[in-house]
């Protein structure tokens, strides 16, 4: 178990000042699901007319609480909501035991809360194959309801932490017709994470007024160039969730064409999925990979994760090296279409390869001493078309082999 | 540059006992394209009369040599043959300058044996992106052809390594008709190549008399289950060439169905692949994944490599860590069909995971202590279909990022 993590290099300075959205509630609690002394369960309260939407890992081993949230999303109710999530276990590859826990606590909150079963959403992150101990979370399910609080999403962003080295938050407030919405949300990730760990896990709330429909298509949309656009170690887990929930307390409006909104949503959904690689297993660097005249958006998405992904390239980048014939490498494999003599590659703004070889501008020096940065930014022009992709990513350190076989064994 | 590594803790013993193999000789020198103090470049001569068969890698950015050797293979010649290959320099992504560095040195060759340009094959694996020093081959070509032997197969095993930790050989007769037939194959790799490095390179020899069309479909075919079988880090080269050449000494006649052939050939070439993972960058392990019983064989062969290239999986097992989780995790990620409750995991002989959750007779102290071996073996049943597939691959390893990251910078 990976009791003691440094805090990531990479890690923001505080958690940002997140205001309290109309509608949502948060509680949290310290239920020993697994961990000792620390809080592990939240539960998000939605008020009456929220509308929820949700995109979810297409693992084919994905966990109990996916396939539940996966009957329910869409379905359409007046009703208010709940979101329950524990850590400390996945209750992931659990069989029948494991849906059966899992509807044990979804049916606790319900009852609890006075809400239907199909508006109790759930999401369990931790441990792979182990029993969820669904008793010690519903026990406490009468201190969470005494708790909700309109300002408890910082304590939620914790209690939702598994190896994370940091609790992530992001806020945005967006005018619209004059009006205010608030944009919240909370994640947790650091890769496919750490000892047996797995999921990342994020919770948007907005009080805009938003069909369910329209926010589906809104969140599933954006969430290509945010959360499908990261990678720490190419693992996708049982249990990736992401849920939106749109209480419409601020009495505004929203369509799927609503600009000023997608905007503030895909603001706060980028931040997040940056926070979630900043807190990457290991990770020392923090990488932006922008691939652009490739084929089609499709084809620069493919190099894009070839590069991101691949282990030659990512401890190249532990090591500051700059080492472009790996770029290479990656793009040669990727299986999308390239052309050697058309392919551009930048480090930050110094031009490296051009017209199938090294740039004769190019000065060794100068990339070594571009890679020593923690930020960096990689550019790749295919020169065949007009699709783009970027990516982020973090790089592979001797920290990530630390994490990953040291602890447990 | 890594100068001095310590030889595989999975290397054999000793370089195999290689009987000649009539038609085929062979010479190395010191040319000093990169390394000093070592021998770098290889000849091999073939006999008039000699078939050739090939496969290449198919990276979109492969080498100029894959690119030339590409356009030679299938062609019908009763001339001899020759191979030229260094190490020390990939030639790839160095654009027309690179290609003409080759042809420089591939009609030297030619020249000095008296055999046309499209009979003399070339290869080259090292750096990608420098400027290859073709002189400095040519300059020793009057040695090379001078000292060409029947017995010179290990010192040009020796002479393609880049950061392999040893030289890679396997030899095996088989009788076919009472009469005998050689069969003989060099390798080189260990991994897409520690700094800069990249290729993979197999050279493979017989004196079996063998039509053109024939070596080739066979090559291609056993190809499938031993070099696109293994993985070390999912990064494939740009310069990957695995060339058989069928002297016809023996008077030996050999179609695609001769089945001793077939055996004995897929024998040096499972080998010699195995060979090549025990040498991974890194690895402390050697491990063997069989898939069975999915959907078909094409989905068992994602399952497979899914596995074998996951980092999750790879630092468990360089921890010794049981993780079974982790399978689970790649499985489900891998996009071939799967159904959580019909998978079943063995480590060894010890049933792990069935009916989608840890096997009742399971003992994770039992997993731990198999764990502890340097040869494993994970066995994957999916229960759909009859698909079925073996990769090998090895761990991931703190060496490998100490390889890959912390030198050259």
Partial sequence: MANILNKSPLAPDHFPNIRAIDGVRFSSVAAGVKYKGRSDVMLAHLSPGSTIAGVLTTSATRSASVLNCQEKLGQLSDEGAAIIVNSGNANAFTGKIGTEAMHAVVDAVSEKLSLSPDRVFSASTGVIGEMLPA????????????????????????????????????????????????????????????????????????????????????????????????????????????????????????????????????SVMRDLSHLVVRDGEGASKFVEIEVCRAQNDRDAKIHAFAIANSPLVKTALAGSDPNWGRIVMAIGKSGALADRDRIKIWFGDILVATDGFVAPSYMENNGAIYMQQSELKITVDIGLGQGRFTAWTCDLTHQYVSINADYRS
Avoid: C, W
């Fill in 135 to 266: 008793d010690r979370i519903i026990v406490k399910l009468d201190d969470l309801v005494r708790d909700l609080s309109d300002y408890g999403i910082k304590e939620a962003a914790r209690a939702i932490m598994t190896t994370d080295t940091y609790a992530k938050g992001a806020f945005t407030e967006v005018q619209i017709d004059t009006k205010t919405v608030k944009i919240a949300g909370i994640a947790k990730g650091s890769g496919m994470i750490a000892p047996d760990m797995a999921t990342m896990l994020v919770f948007l709330f907005t009080d805009a007024k938003v069909p369910q429909q329209d926010l589906q298509f809104l969140l599933s949309e954006i969430n290509q160039s945010t959360f499908n656009a990261i990678s720490v170690d190419s693992d996708t887990s049982t249990s990736d969730t992401v849920l939106l929930a749109a209480t419409g307390m601020s009495g505004v409006s929203v369509t799927e064409e609503t600009e000023e909104f997608k905007a503030g949503l895909h």
